[in-house]
């Protein structure tokens, strides 16, 4: 079983940039894809990114390309979201998540969550 804290969250106001950190435990981390959702109030979780395994490849959702990047530090068993640019509609509380199966790619399920981090973007 794998535990993941997240933490960078804050209120920031529009065009300004958080980076958000999750750190594992439990599991090998450096075996298994990564990814970061999001929820907004009043709506479902949504996909923001995913990396897999290795670090080479990523992947993102359409709202955040260009302006959010994630990656990973296996020998810190931590993933980040760099994000950029932020708008009022990323306002959300951000959770992390693992893969469900070893060495799989950026598609992969997600089977274990954190306890997310809120993101608030101001106009």
């Known amino acids: 079983q794998v535990q993941l804290v997240e933490s960078g969250g804050g209120s920031v106001q529009a065009g300004e940039s958080l980076r958000l950190s999750c750190a594992a435990s439990?599991?090998?981390?450096?075996?298994?894809?990564m990814g970061w959702f999001r929820q907004a109030p009043g709506k479902e979780r949504e996909f923001v990114a995913a990396?897999?395994?290795?670090?080479?490849?990523?992947d993102y959702a359409n709202s955040v390309k260009g302006r959010f990047t994630i990656s990973r530090d296996n020998a810190k068993n931590t993933v980040y979201l760099q994000m950029n640019s932020l708008k009022p509609e990323d306002t959300a509380v951000y959770y992390c998540?693992?893969?469900?199966?070893?060495?799989?790619?950026?598609?992969?399920?997600?089977?274990?969550w954190g306890q997310g981090t809120r993101v608030t973007v101001s106009s």
């Open positions: 439990g599991r090998t981390f450096s075996s298994y894809s």
């Open positions: 998540a693992q893969g469900t199966r070893p060495y799989a790619g950026v598609s992969t399920s997600f089977g274990s």
């Open positions: 990396i897999n395994w290795s670090g080479r490849v990523t």
